[in-house]
């Protein structure tokens, strides 16, 4: 599976942005989805995570209820609608794709529980 993340820029805060993924692949159904961002120096974070199906959706605490992962399986995309952005959320967000679900739930947090990866996409966000 290859991944290709797109749609990061600069935004005030308050503003939103929405981020793209294609993957590649007919196997794309079967994957859970991921976003992580990074920055400079420190950990990958994870952000959201999406079941094969879209019927599940995960979202690390520092932007719940800001953020919605949502995916097309037709057009092999992974979105994440970023809303009422602050000047935290400034870093390189990544896609990431795993073959169907983990073991345990826990483990969707984890960057090392997925497989692929896509090549990051910068936000920016001004103050």
């Known amino acids: 599976v290859q991944l290709q993340a797109c749609g990061g820029g600069l935004v005030q805060a308050g503003g939103s942005l929405r981020l793209s993924c294609a993957a590649s692949?007919?196997?794309?159904?079967?994957?859970?989805m991921g976003w992580f961002r990074q920055a400079p120096g420190k950990e990958r974070e994870f952000a959201a995570a999406i079941s094969w199906n879209g019927g599940s959706t995960y979202y690390g605490d520092s932007v719940k209820g800001r953020f919605t992962i949502s995916r097309d399986n037709a057009k092999n995309t992974v979105y994440l609608q970023m809303n009422s952005l602050k000047p935290e959320d400034t870093d390189v967000y990544y896609c990431a794709a795993r073959p169907g679900a983990p073991a345990t739930l826990d483990r969707l947090f984890e960057a090392d529980e997925y497989d692929y990866w896509g090549q990051g996409t910068l936000v920016t966000v001004s103050s």
């Open positions: 692949g007919r196997t794309f159904s079967s994957y859970t």
